[in-house]
T-cell receptor, first 115, second 113 residues
Framework: DQQVKQNSPSLSVQEGRISILNCDYTNSMFDYFLWYKKYPAEGPTFLISISSIKDKNEDGRFTVFLNKSAKHLSLHIVPSQPGDSAVYFCAASDAGGTSYGKLTFGQGTILTVHP | ETGVTQTPRHLVMGMTNKKSLKCEQHLGHNAMYWYKQSAKKPLELMFVYSLEERVENNSVPSRFSPECPNSSHLFLHLHTLQPEDSALYLC?????WGTGELFFGEGSRLTVL
């Protein structure tokens, strides 16, 4: 049973437009969420996070939105740039529970930004 | 450059071989992790070490044996693997066990023939 799902395996966007990557989760105990970005032949790198006490967190061109009632989070990239082309992983943790520090990852979404 | 270095980057081994993957972090972190990424599957946590003590073993078969001799080094010893163990093995570290921000190495691509 996959507790974190990224239902879109891929997304293609024109440069300058908005990229929206989605993630759904089933475990209501999750209270900390992260996005990681991965280029080919490199390990994932941390991008942005959000705690369940917030519904939005912004860092430059990247904004993460959390809808706890829908168990849904999304990553918005505005404006999208060709260098943003990568695999994006959503991850979740129940920081206060027994699996403290154990991140559950989604399958990833391949983002391609066309010039 | 994330401060986490993995060697080798690529490894091909037969099912009867014994090999090891190595991870070194230069970040002064206290927690280190092994993750497995198979094709079209999410990253799966295998092991967690905090202050050199194993704190998580995520039902991993015994043919995978981790070792953490100090807080900067982590090994994954491989013995009599199966072809389905072919995957990308990622090492990561974090300041403490439980802080969500993991710093990953580039991974070791393992192929078992």
């Amino acid at each position: 049973d996959q507790q974190v799902k990224q239902n879109s395996p891929s997304l293609s966007v024109q440069e300058g437009r908005i990229s929206i990557l989605n993630c759904d989760y089933t475990n209501s105990m999750f209270d900390y969420f992260l996005w990681y970005k991965k280029y080919p032949a490199e390990g994932p790198t941390f991008l942005i996070s959000i705690s369940s006490i917030k519904d939005k967190n912004e860092d430059g061109r990247f904004t993460v939105f959390l809808n706890k009632s829908a168990k849904h989070l999304s990553l918005h990239i505005v404006p999208s740039q060709p260098g943003d082309s990568a695999v994006y992983f959503c991850a979740a943790s129940d920081a206060g529970g027994t699996s403290y520090g154990k991140l559950t990852f989604g399958q990833g979404t391949i983002l391609t930004v066309h010039p | 450059e994330t401060g986490v270095t993995q060697t080798p980057r690529h490894l091909v081994m037969g099912m009867t071989n014994k090999k090891s993957l190595k991870c070194e972090q230069h970040l002064g972190h206290n927690a280190m992790y092994w993750y497995k990424q198979s094709a079209k599957k999410p990253l799966e946590l295998m092991f967690v070490y905090s202050l050199e003590e194993r704190v998580e073993n995520n039902s991993v078969p015994s043919r995978f044996s981790p070792e953490c001799p100090n807080s900067s080094h982590l090994f994954l010893h491989l013995h009599t693997l199966q072809p389905e163990d072919s995957a990308l093995y990622l090492c990561a570290s974090s300041r403490e066990w439980g802080t969500g921000e993991l710093f990953f190495g580039e991974g070791s691509r393992l192929t078992v023939l």
